[in-house]
């Protein structure tokens, strides 16, 4: 099926706010599971985010799982000027928040950067808490807006685009597929008792989602005008 | 000071939004600290939602510091059908929050109680998230607005005048000795950097500023009527 999107001739773009898995272990997992997928394919938040830090001269103090850390290993993060948040899982800590609560109370400018805005997903063990819970409890305590990088943000999907050689007015012509909310939505992904928004899936479930959705392919055509994933059938 | 305010013919309520100290244990310590106050005198949270989870049959999951837990020893708990959060300190691990949260999830009606709104309060240690901060990754998350119970709640307001037999309308004829929030602002306590809304100081701190606002008291005259506790010099 990804083998059929490739054959389409349309630019492919794999875009994720995947941000407790590296990108590296995430397509370990997606090439197991029969995509014919690389890194160099993968828009996702960590990267992005590394790039805005580096742009900005920003040196965080990162609330994040220990699997992406090594994202980060070319980042300064001493003596920190903003926090960066993403799915911390049980690095959500009491410390830990407090910790990045205090970094933001200290600074003069300070930043926020959350990786994704999620409500919550799912593990077979149960509904877990999203970056977007601990990014709202930072927002409200510090009095700080969080930036949002991932989707829906559009400067997110813009990237994806640019990495691809296209500009955000030429969308029509491109496709990017992205993840088990909009799959949801359409009735394409079943995940159970879930309600979107934030809806995420296990990876083995979004896999098995992503690979649904070959079959009935989306067009992503408004995607950076109106913020939205408004999805048009290619197929 | 507490004693010219006693002689003042004035009905007195304390009312503070305390959750991590027990009525005991904080009227404890203010006791050392040379006030002449009884348990009966002071409106907290904590007998308040007992009192309202009582009157609405609710069972609650309680996400709460381990000290207060006594004051909720004639509450069933069991399959709960409610979410009771307060100030918990450590308590706010991933896994209590998560388990707050998949209760909320479950519910066909759920209901999610806060203990207070504070964002962030000082401890020797430095700033300390407040309960707001998980009330709002809560609300974000599950979607269910919380039922604040204390300042700046009127109802909380409306059970301490109660509970010294004067009505809403009568405000201006009692007093309401409230928190280090009004004394900050007003300039009476020096919390350091710290900045309202949801200042809160160390308890010696606070009663240090207590004993400073019975020098120039506040009468609280619209309590109830506009949710602020606008004050006004008595002497």
Not at 82 to 89: D, K, L
Not at 180 to 194: D, E, F, M, R, V
Request: proline content about 5%.
């Amino acid at each position: 099926m990804h083998h059929r999107l490739k054959q389409s001739g349309l630019k492919v773009r794999f875009c994720t706010n995947e941000s407790q898995k590296s990108v590296g272990e995430l397509v370990r997992l997606l090439r197991q599971l029969g995509f014919d997928i690389s890194e160099g394919e993968v828009t996702s938040p960590a990267p992005a985010t590394c790039q805005i830090l580096k742009e900005r001269g920003l040196r965080p103090y990162l609330l994040i799982h220990d699997s992406v850390r090594s994202e980060f290993d070319q980042i300064d993060t001493s003596n920190p000027n903003c926090v960066v948040i993403a799915e911390a899982g049980e690095g959500f800590s009491y410390q830990n928040v407090n910790d990045a609560f205090r970094v933001l109370m200290k600074l003069e400018n300070p930043v926020l950067i959350s990786l994704g805005n999620g409500r919550y997903y799912k593990e077979t063990s149960g509904l877990m808490l999203d970056v977007g819970a601990y990014m709202k409890a930072l927002e409200y305590a510090s009095g700080v807006k969080a930036e949002v990088v991932g989707k829906p943000s559009p400067e997110f999907f813009k990237s994806a685009l640019r990495a691809i050689g296209v500009e955000a007015h030429q969308g029509p012509e491109c496709i990017l597929v992205c993840g088990a909310h909009k799959l949801a939505q359409t009735g394409i992904a079943a995940p159970g008792s879930c309600t979107p928004p934030g809806l995420r899936t296990t990876w083995p479930r979004l896999a098995t989602a992503l690979a649904y959705s070959f079959l009935g392919l989306y067009r992503h055509r408004f995607i950076v005008r109106n913020h939205n994933c408004c999805g048009e059938r290619l197929f």
